[in-house]
């Protein structure tokens, strides 16, 4: 929007001086243009079977400066962690150093085959080792599974080796449920139900964690597992975890805790302390792997000693002097082709050992700290769907502070958008109306911190002044206004034709 | 620590600001209970000099593909990457954002996310695509899963050509489901009878081409079969330079089309991160897993892009999503499309033939080896020797030489009888030299 610009000014051309806009590729690439010169095959008969190609790809392509060109404009309509604070809950925006990436190129890493002769790979495989133990001993656990390539997967891997066991009991027909508090990601009864499993919805308690007596009544020889988040989706340690897993244990259950929100534990509590039989790690969040703008990711698992005997092929095993990865005939089955997101390990290992275990543990210290600095800056403007209390990594509000005003959850962040955020995480969890997460990381100075909350309470302030009809009008000053998301899923356009370009 | 911007006097202040005297109060309130005290019994921190020394050490003592003439594939494909790859998908703005859910400050992702699509139904020759599964076999899975969504059934047949982990992945999800696969023993020279096993039970015939054991394999007859007993056909592949080359599934008749886009941008990596895609025709659309990306517009009228058909996903649908995935691979779908870019049309279908002249090539001198058959008629740019003794050992001895020869099937077939296979790939990076170097070796040793 250019509304402050006289007619007269307005750039002619689309452009705004470093604001660029960008056509699509299939608008400017031509299919007789390369950037990439290759010698000439050799003479040779071909041997395709009479399977060659007959019909044109249709694929365009860019000379390399056009290339740069292209995906460098397109670089510049995307927010970044480096550019500002990324507050979204749940998804843990910290620092990615960049010696991690430097170090995950080494061609000692980058350029070796999962399948090459183990012997040659030695190095690899020592690195594999040293990831596990420094997971193993962070969350005093019996076993890893490495392969899992991001959270969901995990889950699947943690609720396939929960499977296992039960069926090794020959409980496979009757324990089918999975109890899933209503707060937790989407992930969790989506993979749970992929299983066969029916997941059965656990209420919180007013104060939005779960309360013992209320998980006790619902444990019985039907369930399979629990699945819970610790810390939960709203930020707020399952005090009664503990007890919950004792519980589902003496009931012939499993306690499968999902580990996203484990950069508030890091160093400060065990989830092996706490009854976990399996739980994924977010190397992408926790341990600082890029998001990549989503993904890759990694999602090791960590079992306990009743779920060991059951983890997916591969297995990491010292044989003699060397490491052996076995890849057959092991616990349930296999997750994915090869051993798992090597480039990851990489990182998450470069990133673990800059920081110890003591910097891991002051990380996960700040991460809560930071979160609490910004919940009581906030508390006397904006709710808290179960009360002003000390949270853990993130600290989650809702809208009813709004309430009146005719500004909504999304008004607000876009708003935001306007100010130089990245909105927090809105509308989840479900379980707080209109919510607002906020996981501002232990990557952000305190200066930074400060001046966001200032940013929060003077669009509060505006908000609070019923000046809706501005929110409603936001972002203004992003490369796009708000889009239609309703056109895009009622007529779907899921690529680029000709008819369309 | 150099990463952590906050110093003491700053917790100082922030914790007299929420009214904590220090730290431990605070998360004992927030927990319960204390936080842990004393040794973790892990090292303490590292400096960057220290770190890096660290991990050189350990990538010494692996035998890199650049040092050492190099014909490893099964799924996994060494190819030239660009340098101008690899910078641009280490600008900050790529590799430092989330998944794109605040549209407006995302159109970077999102519009390469719609390129993406496109360039992968172009390249498979289907309608539509998604933005990318985590590989090429849990994509696989994924089209399994689907085709028993579409058709109501739940019975997979997996042709012995497919690759073995992509058949003992899907044949895991299967387990676990309660659902049935009849996987069809190796078939080494494709001369399995698939079309013979279709019947109304199935819900999907998988099968790769170019397969496992590098053959080439027409789907037409598969593809029609399938269809008239309402089965869908998925057609795998994991070599995605072949698709310049070879006719796609999508014009032979495939439902849904997976595969592994690794070679395509991405390096090795000892097995990940890589990149699934996953094609299909526009009528599975809201059937499909995975993000989508769609186009729209925004408040001005202006062209934009936004994830869509959300209703399908996990985050939305919860227990009754297509598929439980959140995470994808977007950065490899980036250095993928990039690197695709770059090649354009006529660059990948020269360079998918070079990649098939230089295996024409290898297998000419290789068919002079006493000891060593060829077994494929028609290949790409991988193929399969039977050799005169075991193949793990060979491979074994050859690389003490400093030859890394290729893959013995027994490594993912073992006990299967066929020890002596040897499976061989070629790429554009093989030179002379490293021919020579791998026909001398396997003359020695056998």
């Avoid at chain 2, 899963?145 to 997996?158: D, E």
């Amino acid at each position: 929007m250019l509304d402050h610009v006289h007619e007269a000014q307005r750039p002619l051309a689309g452009g705004r001086a470093l604001d660029l806009e960008e056509p699509l590729l299939f608008e400017i690439g031509r299919t007789e243009v390369s950037g990439v010169d290759l010698d000439e095959p050799a003479p040779h008969a071909s041997q395709l079977g009479g399977l060659e190609r007959k019909m044109p790809i249709g694929l365009p392509g860019l000379s390399e400066p056009e290339t740069m060109r292209h995906f460098v404009r397109l670089s510049r309509l995307n927010y970044s962690i480096d550019a500002g604070l990324y507050p979204l809950g749940s998804c843990t925006m910290k620092h990615n150093p960049r010696l991690n990436e430097k170090m995950a190129r080494l061609s000692g890493f980058a350029d070796i085959h999962p399948l090459q002769p183990q012997s040659t790979v030695q190095g690899a495989l020592e690195l594999m080792r040293q990831l596990a133990d420094w997971l193993l001993k962070l969350t005093n656990m019996e076993a890893i599974a490495l392969s899992p390539k991001a959270g969901a997967h995990g889950e699947s891997c943690g609720l396939m080796a929960i499977k296992a066991a039960i069926a090794a009991k020959g409980e496979g027909e009757t324990r089918r449920t999975v109890l899933v508090p209503q707060s937790a990601h989407g992930t969790n009864p989506a993979s749970a139900a992929l299983l066969g499993f029916t997941a059965q919805p656990v209420p919180a308690g007013p104060d939005g964690i779960l309360h013992f007596e209320d998980v006790e009544k619902l444990i019985g020889p039907h369930v399979a597992a629990i699945m819970l988040t610790n810390p939960n989706t709203c930020g707020l340690f399952e005090r009664d975890a503990g007890r919950i897993a004792e519980a589902v244990h003496a009931a012939g259950g499993y306690f499968y805790c999902d580990g996203a929100n484990f950069n508030a534990l890091a160093g400060l509590t065990r989830p092996g302390d706490f009854g976990v039989d399996a739980m994924h790690l977010n190397l992408h969040k926790t341990f600082s792997t890029p998001h990549g703008g989503g993904g890759p990711g990694a999602g090791p698992v960590v079992l306990s000693r009743r779920l060991a005997p059951f983890a997916p092929a591969p297995a990491l095993v010292q044989d003699g002097a060397n490491l052996r990865l076995v890849e057959d005939g092991q616990g349930f089955g296999r997750m994915t082709a090869f051993h798992g997101q090597m480039g990851m390990f990489v990182r998450a290992l470069a990133y673990m050992l800059a920081h110890g275990g003591d910097g891991l543990r002051q990380a996960s210290s700040d991460a809560v700290l930071s979160a609490n600095y910004l919940r009581a800056a906030l508390s006397d403007l904006m709710t808290q769907p179960f009360g002003d209390r000390a949270c853990m990594h993130e600290a989650l509000f809702d809208e009813e502070w709004l309430s009146g005003t005719g500004v909504s959850t999304l008004d607000f962040a876009k708003a935001l958008i306007d100010e130089g955020y990245h909105p927090m995480t809105i509308y989840f969890p479900l379980v707080a109306h209109g919510a607002m997460l906020i996981e501002p990381t232990e990557s952000q100075p305190k200066a930074a911190l400060d001046a966001f909350v200032a940013t929060l309470r003077r669009l509060g302030a505006r908000a609070l002044a019923k000046e809706a009809a501005a929110f409603r009008e936001a972002p203004l000053h992003a490369p796009r206004r708000r889009l239609d998301e309703t056109q895009a899923a009622r007529k779907p356009v899921l690529r680029w034709t000709h008819k369309a370009g | 620590m150099r990463y952590h911007p906050l110093t003491s006097a700053d917790r100082e202040a922030m914790l007299a600001a929420i009214g904590f005297a220090s730290f431990e109060d605070l998360f004992t309130e927030a927990t319960g209970t204390p936080p842990l005290a004393g040794d973790l019994g892990l090292p303490p921190g590292k400096s960057e000099v220290e770190v890096e020394r660290h991990l050189l050490r350990l990538a010494e003592n692996n035998l890199s593909a650049s040092r050492a003439p190099f014909f490893l594939g099964a799924g996994a494909y060494r190819h030239h990457i660009p340098a101008s790859v690899d910078h641009l998908i280490q600008r900050s703005e790529f590799l430092t954002s989330y998944t794109p859910y605040q549209p407006e400050i995302s159109q970077g992702t999102l519009q390469h996310l719609f390129e993406f699509q496109t360039q992968v139904a172009l390249l498979t020759g289907m309608e539509i695509a998604n933005a990318s599964m985590y590989d090429g076999s849990t994509a696989c899975a994924e089209a399994m899963l689907m085709a028993h969504r579409l058709t109501k059934r739940r019975k997979a047949l997996l042709s012995g050509g497919l690759h073995p982990h992509y058949a003992k992945v899907a044949g895991t999800v299967a387990r676990m489901a309660g659902d049935e696969i009849m996987l069809a023993p190796p078939d080494v020279t494709a001369s399995e009878d698939l079309i013979g096993k279709i019947d109304d039970s199935l819900s999907c015939v998988i099968v790769q081409t170019p397969d496992f054991f590098g053959n080439l394999r027409d789907l037409s007859g598969i593809a029609e079969a399938c269809r008239r007993h309402g089965a869908l056909l998925v057609a795998v592949f994991t070599e995605a330079v072949s698709l310049g080359l070879v006719t796609p599934p999508g014009e032979m008749g495939a439902d849904i089309v997976v595969g592994e886009g690794q070679s395509i941008g991405n390096a090795l990596n000892f097995g990940g991160p890589y990149v699934g895609l996953f094609a299909t025709r526009e009528k599975y659309m809201r059937q499909m897993p995975g993000r989508l990306c769609g186009e729209t517009q925004d408040l001005d009228g202006r062209r934009g892009f936004v994830l869509t058909l959300a209703t399908r996903e996990q985050h939305i649908r919860r227990d009754k999503a297509t598929s439980n995935i959140c995470t994808n691979s977007g950065l490899c779908a980036l250095a993928f499309s990039i690197h695709l870019t770059l090649l354009g049309e006529i660059g990948l279908r020269k360079l998918a033939r070079v990649n098939h002249a230089n295996a024409v090539l290898l297998k000419e001198r290789l068919a002079e080896l006493d000891g060593v058959e060829i077994l494929n008629k028609a290949f790409f740019n991988e193929f399969t020797l039977r050799l005169k003794g075991d193949a793990a050992r060979i491979v074994e001895a050859l690389a003490r030489r400093g030859v890394l020869a290729g893959v013995p099937v027994s490594r993912l077939l073992p006990g299967a009888g066929l020890d002596d296979l040897l499976l061989v790939a070629t790429t554009e990076l093989n030179t002379d030299d490293d021919r020579t170097a791998l026909v001398t070796g396997l003359r020695e040793i056998i």
